[in-house]
């Protein structure tokens, strides 16, 4: 009896003891496969231009990030003073950009923070932008009815929606300068196929109309936009102006419209406010065509800008004590056309553009125009490349009493 009475105490004192470990074990077990990532080897892949992106393995979560700059060296002379010569060399753009996708595909989003004097608009007061450029959340559950929100550009004309990396020229048109409408900070509804006929791709906006940077409560003054592009030949990315495939032909069509309640500046979202402070309502119109084909591209746009009402702002001149004037509205119309060649055996590309401004009857917008060309050299295609080009802009006072531009630009991407 003793002998089997310790051998049974002895075994169940072994047994007990191993319980806690053993339940301890399994509990650590438990927690680290509950907490061990479903994806934990992620996918990282590099593309000059494109930038450094990593993926996880479930590709549920993505992140890009791209760096871009832009060196640029200006000389100009105003022929209506034979002295007047200026010369630049700055950081014309320099971008940082972030984007990718949270949860799944259809959750994406895109930043680009530009950190230049200009992308800043730096003066001798400080800047005048931060260095958030866009920063918009992308929804594309529905193919017919995707959904983006945040800052960004409006999307109203292709030669301001087509980016800065991707032009033909140094910089775009005067004609864009003049009449686009920026960036804002609102909604959009979009397609970039409807219907899936691979012919259609249409855009709504609605937003806030105070521009890039809007951070305070405002009255109701909202900025409506829409347009439609039409694929006569199949899509395409019309966004980007040389072709590098040279494939067969390509056809884009577009049409936009935009109103704008109680604009404050004087071209909209942009520019200087009124000088007696008021308001205006502007209508907004544009047309554009983008024809590609074998290395040769063709832009050609037209653009609109009309007053539905002008409401003061009672401001009072600090000097007589007088009311100030009410300042008339920019409105007139604006035309370019552009057109380029890439060279089959080498990455040489030239160009040509006329763009000419003119004001209204009791309009503040001045006559413009400008003719000039480039020649672009493609290291990389856009991710580096250097571009030279050359115009002639003048006024009212005719072609003779112009001013020349001559700039050179060296762009990399990351």
Known sequence: MPARFYLLTICLSTTIGTLPAAAQS????????????????????????????????????????KLRVQMLYSLSKDHADSDNAEHSLMLRRARVS????????????????????????????????????????????LRDLSLRVGQAKVPYSIERLTSSGSLQMVDRSSVNSEFNLDRDIGV??????????????????????????AFAADDFGMLYSARVELFPLGLFKNTAQTDFERGPARLAIGLAYALHDNAKRNRGIIGDG???????????????VMFIWRGFSLLGAFMWRGERARKSGGAIDQTTGDPVALENVREGTGWVAQAGYLLGAL???????????????????????????AVSYYFFKH????????????????????????RVQLQLAL
Do not use: C
């Open 98 to 141: 972030f984007g990718g996708h949270a949860f799944n595909a259809h959750n994406r989003f895109e930043v680009q923070l530009a950190v230049s004097p200009r992308d800043l608009s730096q003066s001798a007061t400080g800047p005048r932008h931060t260095p958030v450029l866009d920063w918009m959340l992308i929804f594309d559950y």
């Open 188 to 213: 959009s509804l979009f397609s970039e196929d409807l219907f899936g006929l691979g012919l259609l791709r249409y855009f709504l906006y609605l937003g806030v109309g105070e521009g890039r940077d």
């Open 347 to 373: 990455p040489l590309e030239f160009a040509t553009r006329f763009a000419a401004v003119r004001g209204a009857t009791d309009s503040s917008l001045s006559k413009k125009n400008e003719v000039g060309g």
């Open 383 to 406: 991710a580096m490349k250097m571009q030279l080009d050359y115009f002639r802009t003048w006024g009212s006072s005719g072609i003779d009493n112009g001013a020349d531009q001559l």
């Open 26 to 65: 399994a509990k650590t077990a438990g927690e680290a496969t509950e907490q061990q990532p479903k994806a934990v080897l992620p996918h990282v892949q590099f593309k000059p231009g494109k930038g450094l992106s990593i993926q996880s393995a479930d590709q549920r979560f993505k992140l890009s990030t």
């Open 274 to 288: 009124f000088a007696d402070g008021g308001t205006a309502d502007l209508h907004n119109a544009t047309v554009d």
